[in-house]
């Protein structure tokens, strides 16, 4: 075990040394699930996200993001100290790639990204950037406070919190912005004042070697509106290939609340035809009222995501979030959420109904999320397995 956390703290720090910058910890969330399973057994599940980033650098930039994620952390530890552990093998310095695979295999730990950009490209006004991992999300509104400088506006239905089972057979997955660029290739963008223009081709490792995207991207800032559209296609997928766009919709009153829509098709196969399964759509109307807020979210999940099969084709959340407080004046806030879900592929009832009460405060910098999920319908087999608390602890350094 010593030799493992050995490994991991000579790597970052190799790392950080080599790019000539420092080591951030952007993400750092800690979610535990609690749960009744099918023998009736009340059981806690901790899903982990660290995010250790290295960057520096000004006309040259350059990133290296390794991440942390289990989907289980009781599992993992189990298996971490267990007496089928991989056995320790001698690790070779100079040569990064084994450490590399070593350190993802013993201890969780993956690459996520590793690239770098060049201002003023070529002598011209374009910025240059050469990727490997995960890059941009599409459509999420996310990255609008980095870029812009803007107040954050992106929806809370995101992420694990929500969403604890991921989507489809792969836990890993959550769903946040209607597409996600990840492979290797290169993004071509032009900085503006408030409109920032991109392109993007580059294998794409959600379809596997040899595949093939190109995306164009493009992302407006006003004062009070916030869009964003983008659309981009894959070969050699299918004979035709496989399209996708969509667009990112926020306009704020600066009075009674504000408005915020996601509007897409992930993927569209043309030989396979068009139907509603495949839109991804939420809108989601925010209301103000002094001491508090009033949510309304309806959000329909699609066919496909992130260029895989969701199993959730035509599920339809309906949710009201009325809350009190404010986060960042306040440093609290709390409510109850009220969730209608109407899935046509359910095996028994499609219909379900979950209201969930939520607390949630800063300390420190440490922001805590404390939920108890209580399904009213249908009601478990267990009848005490209709209450599910949660607690969640995010924050960055």
């Not at 695979?101 to 011209?124: C, M, P, Q, W, Y």
Request: glycine share 10%; net charge negative.
């Amino acid at each position: 075990m010593k030799q493992k956390i050995a490994l991991v703290a000579l790597l970052c720090a190799a790392l950080a040394s080599a790019f000539g910058a420092g080591l951030s910890v952007p993400e750092f969330g800690i979610l535990t699930n609690g749960r009744v399973n099918d023998a009736g057994a009340f059981v806690l599940s901790t899903r982990v996200t660290i995010d250790m980033l290295i960057e520096g650098g000004a006309k040259f930039a350059a990133w290296f993001k390794l991440g942390f994620k289990s989907d289980s952390l009781e599992e993992y530890l189990a298996a971490l100290y267990s007496e089928d552990t991989l056995p320790d093998t001698p690790v070779v310095p100079d040569d990064l790639i084994s450490s590399i695979r070593r350190l993802e295999s013993i201890t969780g730990i993956g690459l996520k990204t590793a690239a770098i950009s060049v201002s003023e490209a070529f002598g011209t006004p374009l910025d240059l950037a050469l990727f490997v991992g995960t890059m941009d999300v599409f459509c999420s509104g996310m990255d609008y406070p980095q870029i812009f400088g803007t107040a954050p506006f992106a929806t809370k239905l995101r992420g694990f919190l929500y969403y604890p089972d991921g989507i489809g057979d792969n836990p890993s997955l959550y769903y946040d912005g209607i597409h996600a660029v990840y492979g290797t290739g290169l993004r071509l963008s032009l900085p503006g004042e408030s409109i920032l223009p991109s392109f993007y081709l580059y294998q794409d490792s959600w379809l596997g070697p040899g595949q093939y995207s190109a995306d164009a991207r493009v992302q407006f800032n006003w004062d009070r509106v916030k869009l964003e559209a983008f659309a981009g296609v894959s070969f050699p997928v299918s004979t035709a290939g496989v399209y996708r766009g969509g667009f990112l919709f926020h306009y704020d009153t600066e009075s009674i609340g504000s408005f915020y829509a996601q509007i897409g098709v992930p993927r569209w196969d043309p030989i396979s035809g068009f139907d509603m399964n495949l839109l991804y759509f939420m809108f989601e109307p925010r209301f103000d009222f002094g001491p508090g807020s009033l949510i309304l979210t309806v959000f329909h999940h699609p066919a496909w995501y992130l260029q895989g099969q969701t199993d959730e084709a035509g599920l339809l959340e309906m949710r009201a979030d009325l809350g009190f407080g404010d986060l960042n004046d306040e440093g609290w806030q709390g409510g109850a959420e009220t969730t209608i879900s109407y899935d046509p592929n359910a095996v028994s009832s499609p219909l379900s109904i979950e209201a969930s009460p939520y607390l949630q405060s800063l300390w420190s910098g440490v922001k805590v999320d404390l939920r108890l999920n209580i399904l009213a319908f249908p009601v478990p087999e267990f009848w005490y397995g209709m209450f599910a608390p949660s607690i969640g602890l995010t924050t960055s350094f």
